[in-house]
């Protein structure tokens, strides 16, 4: 692009200004969800105060009184955080044997493994729904949901981590075998080092896919174990009444979830394409 | 222990769960879409628990195919809410990765920006976007209408151009709650959501881009749109592909949206219907299940020929 830019001098100031609006364009729904935020519900419906009003903090203040908000956050962190560490438990081994042991099924595993996310959640509620009611006793609780968010994700994961295994060079831990390292000295000293990158971008990118899913945490739980999508869900505002604290409970709900995803942009086409763009 | 007793020990956990997430739910549904199940019945209350006795065979089926008024309905929607995006999330991402593979000030501002909307939670997307702003009255859409008719009425008392204006009729703000136009608007959440991972996968492929060979096609005199014709064109295909794939995956089974925008209003997708069902008629609940589970097969085949091969160089 280079040589093509340098030769149009009005290229180079038209097309930068044009990407800097798009992008403004595209930000300005969360930019407009902030700032309602700080308007108190009186005003955020009325045109004369669309830009110049008094902010206010009320809107975050009565966060819990209105919405009980640390309840379901508190929740969404728990639900998330031990999804994907028990993702990470089961599919670090597996990602590590496929990688560095594969046979000849391991293809078919990995494509077999894929297709389980195609398969539409839907079709399967009334069953989850009954299984987790009648029979086992689940329903709405913090390990049910745990347990669903891990294996949604387990594929992604294992393909992720794959990924990233593979591209560690073999030569290296053969080389330790001659030198007599052992086993656990080739995981500590070798493997560890040359795969956390790898292993702490899967849990940065799972961490979000746990905390945004909105099918299963809206459909399996109601109380006990409801996430912050529940929270919003069950909130919507059909009449426009709430649109202040409303955005004030939407904003405290993605923002962590933004700056975590400012980090892992890379990571992140790595993990929905299943390492097939890098 | 033999060599490969440990990698496929360490294997074993992970096949385990995921058939076991894969099977159980799955061979449930498939049981339940041949009897006659339902949740409550007055005239009929041994309908209410699943059993055998309770055999209807393909009856489901046919009641969802030919008695349900819905179902075909939610295919086409489904069909169209999910192509649609898909069109304008690759066009708007094509364009936008194309805009941002140059270096400018600010570049690295600009990709945050672009990729932000990517980790909003779908009920949060959705909330925002039909109160926030599509809202005829109360949102953007309906304050930015009712602005322009207060400018053009006062733009009619004045002289001259005065008389042309008032020819201009009152434009009354387009309403997203109504049955149609509620899939438009899930149609532009949604690509508004996923258009920054289109651009995020574009321009990751467009620098892996070969330099040289644009500019030997420079030197030979090439335009600039032969050059993305025959040279960036054939190497987008795989991207555009996997975009296509991955979205296909998410799209099909979009609930949270639908659910939010269109509670009611009669528009409803595939997921949305077997919900529908699922509050009293289990058994169409699960034929309708199956029929999702087929039409996605169709799709994940149809797209896992397109680039599943060498999906795993």
């Known amino acids: 692009m280079a040589t093509v830019s340098q030769k149009s001098k009005f290229g180079d100031v038209f097309w930068p200004i044009v990407a800097w609006i798009i992008a403004l364009i595209f930000f300005f729904p969360i930019f407009w969800l902030i700032f309602t935020s700080f308007k108190t519900d009186a005003d955020a419906v009325k045109p004369e105060f669309l830009f110049s009003f008094t902010p206010t903090l009320e809107n975050y203040l009565n966060m819990t009184e209105n919405y009980d908000y640390w309840r379901f956050a508190v929740n969404s962190v728990i639900t998330s955080s031990f999804a994907t560490l028990f993702a990470l438990v089961v599919g670090v081994p597996a990602a590590y044997a496929m990688a560095f042991n594969p046979s000849r099924h391991t293809k078919d595993i990995l494509m077999w493994m894929l297709s389980t996310k195609m398969l539409p959640a839907a079709a399967v509620l009334y069953p989850m729904t009954f299984l987790t009611k009648n029979f086992l006793g689940i329903f709405d609780t913090h390990f049910l949901v745990i347990l669903v968010l891990c294996l949604i994700n387990l594929p992604i994961v294992i393909w992720m981590l794959f990924t990233y295994f593979k591209e560690i060079p073999k030569e290296i831990i053969e080389a330790s075998k001659m030198d007599g390292v052992t086993t ?7 493997l560890i080092p040359l795969a956390w990158g790898g292993v702490a971008s899967t849990a940065l990118l799972t961490f979000i896919f746990c905390w945004n899913e909105a099918y299963w945490t809206v459909r399996l739980t109601t109380t006990e174990a409801a996430t912050l999508s529940k929270l919003i869900e069950g909130n919507r505002a059909p009449e426009g009444l709430f649109f202040g604290r409303l955005s004030a409970v939407s904003t405290a709900a993605v923002g962590p979830i933004i700056v975590l995803g400012w980090f892992c942009q890379k990571q992140l086409v790595r993990g929905l394409t299943f390492g097939a763009v890098k | 222990m033999s060599k490969r ?17 894969m099977l159980v739910p799955l061979s449930m549904t498939l049981y339940f879409s041949f009897i006659r199940y339902v949740l409550n019945s007055l005239r009929k209350p041994e309908w209410t628990t699943p ?14 195919l030919y008695n349900a008024k ?49 980790f909003i939670m779908p009920a949060v997307n959705a909330v925002l976007w039909i109160n926030m702003i599509l809202d005829p009255v109360l949102g953007l859409n309906g304050i930015a209408v009712s602005g322009i008719n207060e400018i053009v009425a006062g733009l009619k008392n004045f002289p001259v151009i005065g008389a042309f204006f008032s020819m201009w009729p009152e434009i009354v703000p387009m309403s997203f709650r109504a049955t149609q136009t509620s899939a438009y608007a899930v149609i532009i959440m949604v690509t508004w959501q996923w258009t920054p991972f289109a651009v995020l996968i574009f321009m990751t492929s467009l620098q892996s881009e070969d330099e040289s060979q644009k500019e030997a096609a420079i030197l030979d005199g090439a335009n600039a749109w032969s050059r993305f014709r025959n040279l960036t064109v054939p190497h987008l295909a795989r991207p555009i592909a996997i975009v296509v794939m991955i979205q296909s995956i998410f799209h099909l089974s979009l609930y949270a949206e639908i659910e939010i925008v269109s509670r009611g209003n009669g528009n409803k997708n595939l997921p949305y219907l077997i919900g529908e069902f699922t509050s009293n008629n289990i058994g169409a609940a699960s034929a309708t299940g199956i ?11 149809f797209l896992l020929r397109m680039v599943g091969k060498n999906m795993m160089d």
């Not at chain 2, 059993?51 to 969802?64: C, K, Q």
């Not at chain 2, 690295?108 to 990729?115: A, D, Q, T």
């Not at chain 2, 039409?295 to 994940?300: D, E, F, G, H, Q």
């Open chain 1, 184 to 190: 656990w000295g080739e995981i500590k000293d070798i």
């Open chain 2, 291 to 301: 029929f999702a589970v087929i039409l996605a097969n169709i799709v994940a085949i």
């Open chain 2, 51 to 64: 059993a055998l006795s309770n055999w209807r065979g393909f009856g489901n089926y046919e009641y969802v």
């Open chain 2, 70 to 118: 819905d179902f075909w309905f939610a295919v086409q929607n489904s069909v169209f809410i999910v192509s649609s995006i898909l069109i304008l999330t690759v066009i708007l991402g094509l364009a936008l990765a194309m805009l941002v593979n140059r270096s400018f000030p600010g570049r690295g501002i600009v990709r945050v920006l672009l990729i932000s909307p990517f």
């Open chain 2, 5 to 21: 007793t440990l990698p496929r020990l360490l294997q074993t956990p992970a096949v385990i769960l995921l058939l076991l997430w």
